[in-house]
């Protein structure tokens, strides 16, 4: 393998594939493999083991999963541990009976969701949008700098408090207040950056 070769292969995103059709899931992962760098579930138990050991920044998930294929209980199981888990943009696949699911999902913090049969068009599009807002959070996260004034009247524990809360506020902002991107991109837990929301009195913007 040449050295632009390897440097192709290490810019794809990679991207977790989940349906328990596995005719699907091959002819969805052959269309994409040369663009991303796929990895395969075809359960809910081997797509949680997967989350657990792989950073992950794209996802698609087929809602309807055995033992339930006919409710989104399982495809939910696996989503919520990639919202909780990773900052995955989560693409849902679904049939039209689970719209209103799909609906609610996305009110969670589920980037986009498909119909199926599965357009590869529309799905490519929806991947390469996902790609573009993952790009451009990374570039905030690289860009994040603090400037502050204080003065000697607030002495050091004021300073520190002053430069936390405006760091942190100055991070929410530039990832739309996302708590797991806010906390990966200041280096903290999710549980501290809950802590200093409360500590400085932070708000969502529409709260």
């Keep these: 393998?040449?050295?632009?070769?390897?440097?192709?292969?290490?810019?794809?995103?990679?991207?977790?594939?989940?349906?328990?059709?596995?005719?699907?899931?091959?002819?969805?992962?052959?269309?994409?493999?040369?663009?991303?760098?796929?990895?395969?579930?075809?359960?809910?138990?081997?797509?949680?083991?997967?989350?657990?050991?792989?950073?992950?920044?794209?996802?698609?998930?087929?809602?309807?999963?055995?033992?339930?294929e006919n409710s989104y209980r399982q495809g939910r199981i696996i989503i919520t541990k990639l919202l909780e888990e990773s900052d995955a943009k989560v693409i849902v696949l679904t049939g039209q009976e689970s719209k209103e699911y799909a609906s609610e999902l996305l009110a969670l913090g589920v980037f986009d969701y498909i119909f199926k049969p599965v357009d590869l068009s529309h799905l490519v599009v929806s991947l390469q949008r996902a790609s573009f807002f993952l790009d451009n959070e990374q570039k905030n996260e690289e860009d994040v700098q603090l400037s502050f004034t204080t003065s000697l009247e607030d002495g050091l524990k004021g300073s520190a408090d002053k430069a936390q809360k405006e760091l942190l506020t100055k991070v929410l902002h530039q990832t739309g207040f996302n708590i797991n991107q806010t906390a990966k991109a200041l280096g903290i837990s999710r549980e501290n950056c809950y802590y200093f929301l409360k500590k400085f009195k932070i708000a969502r913007p529409d709260d």
């Design 1 to 68: 393998m040449t050295s632009s070769q390897m440097c192709s292969k290490s810019m794809k995103k990679k991207l977790l594939l989940v349906d328990d059709d596995i005719a699907i899931i091959k002819q969805i992962s052959f269309a994409l493999r040369n663009e991303y760098d796929v990895t395969e579930a075809t359960s809910t138990e081997e797509a949680l083991k997967i989350i657990e050991q792989t950073p992950l920044e794209i996802a698609v998930v087929d809602l309807g999963l055995p033992p339930y």
